[in-house]
């Protein structure tokens, strides 16, 4: 019933957010001379503020038409590889001579946890000057009608391992935060089952791997309440006339409210801000928060099997952790990997994936040769930090970059002996 009232109010507002809106034009309109006054940027910052706080955001664009490679200007071109009905699987296929050097094969495995894969839209016009970029494109789950059956983590394991089977043993996985569990699933259920196409390595970013190490807010939360109560009180059905009517989900909406709510005040303040910005006509700064909460309250809605199997089994019972996580009756053993390079890389000031979280997989893989593991923690970054922002672009992406090229070549060397032997 909340998720009606959700959508009620939303269409309530509609009337009301285009007089605002018309409004705001009116006041920014070149041709009114009161524009030009403090008075006149004044409403019209009041009005632009209240269209945005109660906008609903839509699916943002990747919008990566170029690259720079080797100081030229590359054209850039997203292509979908691989569809099924809970993900897309995006190429940016770059405009490449036929000369150049192969760059490392990239999946980037986008976090399914309420904001859409473009979140990563920095860490993907990071790597395109110097990989070959593949990422997960997870659809919205309203939009997907009940016809087309369930989702839970036991289905993201498969297409994990399915999108690895299409790209081939060349591949570098990368799991960004929440996918880091099926990521490490996935792979040690490929090497238990001998699988050619295990990626040459594998980058776990930010990751609840084990989350009793350093617990933070969401990790107390799981672990007060037990997976009934989050049953009754994060599990809504998708109104109508959303293609996905009747579907069971944890709502976008519902998921960005805790998340802000987590640093309310920091929110509150950039929202002062940004009127502050627009009355004394500070463009650029205006821009950038535009840009940034264009993205962030963007938000999607998840199934309701995969929320809750992924509370129950990643923060309450801490199965991979424990050694008890299974796929369809299949154990998930992280100690079959043997042919697969760690990298792991945590946030110091992380205050969603606690330090030490995600460095517990180098633990776990112990047949992982030591010289084909690594462990990296950048200092002065939060969450969003470990995947974007100037540090990852200037520390954390070169160390990634050199981590999968040096596989290349180590895994290059090694063939061309075997096939020399």
């Avoid at 009005?47 to 699916?59: D, L, N, P």
């Avoid at 946890?113 to 494109?137: C, N």
């Avoid at 089952?193 to 350093?214: A, E, K, Q, Y």
Wanted: a negative charge; glycine letters at 6%.
């Amino acid at each position: 019933m909340f998720y009606q009232l959700y959508e009620m109010n939303h269409a309530m507002m509609q009337p009301m957010r285009a007089a605002v809106d018309a409004t705001r034009l009116f006041y920014r309109n070149p041709l009114n001379p009161v524009s030009m006054t403090k008075a006149g940027r004044t409403a019209a910052a009041w009005c632009e503020v209240f269209e945005r706080a109660t906008r609903r955001y839509g699916k943002p664009a990747f919008d990566l038409p170029q690259t720079e490679i080797d100081g030229e200007t590359v054209d850039v071109h997203e292509k979908t590889v691989w569809s099924k009905p809970f993900c897309n699987l995006i190429h940016f296929k770059r405009d490449l001579p036929s000369a150049r050097r192969d760059d490392p094969k990239v999946l980037l495995v986008a976090p399914m946890s309420g904001h859409y894969a473009t979140l990563l839209r920095g860490t993907v016009e990071r790597f395109l000057p110097e990989a070959d970029v593949y990422i997960t494109d997870w659809i919205d789950a309203r939009m997907v009608p009940l016809s087309e059956g369930s989702f839970d983590l036991d289905d993201y394991i498969d297409y994990v391992i399915e999108m690895l089977h299409l790209l081939g043993p060349e591949t570098h996985i990368v799991g960004v935060c929440q996918p880091s569990v099926p990521v490490l699933a996935a792979v040690a259920l490929m090497e238990s089952r001998s699988d050619p196409n295990v990626p040459l390595s594998m980058t776990l970013m930010g990751g609840p791997i084990d989350t009793r190490c350093n617990p933070t807010a969401v990790n107390d939360l799981a672990g007060e309440k037990d997976i009934d109560w989050f049953e009754s009180n994060a599990i809504m059905q998708v109104p109508f006339p959303n293609p996905g009517f009747m579907r069971k989900v944890y709502p976008g909406f519902l998921q960005l409210t805790g998340f802000m709510s987590m640093n309310l005040d920091r929110h509150l303040i950039a929202q002062k801000d940004f009127f502050m910005h627009l009355v004394r006509n500070d463009g650029d700064s205006a821009e950038k928060h535009r840009d940034f909460y264009d993205e962030y309250l963007a938000v999607m809605d998840l199934t309701a099997e995969f929320y809750l199997q992924t509370v129950d089994v990643v923060f309450i019972k801490h199965a991979l952790a424990k050694g008890t996580l299974t796929h369809r009756g299949e154990l998930v053993d992280p100690a079959a990997i043997r042919r697969v390079a760690l990298l792991t890389i945590e946030g110091e000031n992380d205050d969603i994936t606690g330090r030490g979280q995600t460095k517990a997989a180098q633990a776990l893989c112990t047949s992982i040769p030591e010289s084909m593991k690594m462990h990296y923690e950048q200092p002065r970054v939060g969450h969003y930090g470990v995947f974007n922002g100037s540090r990852f672009r200037k520390e954390i992406a070169p160390r990634m970059l050199d981590f999968m090229r040096a596989r290349s070549r180590f895994a290059g060397e090694k063939g061309r002996r075997t096939d020399a032997a």
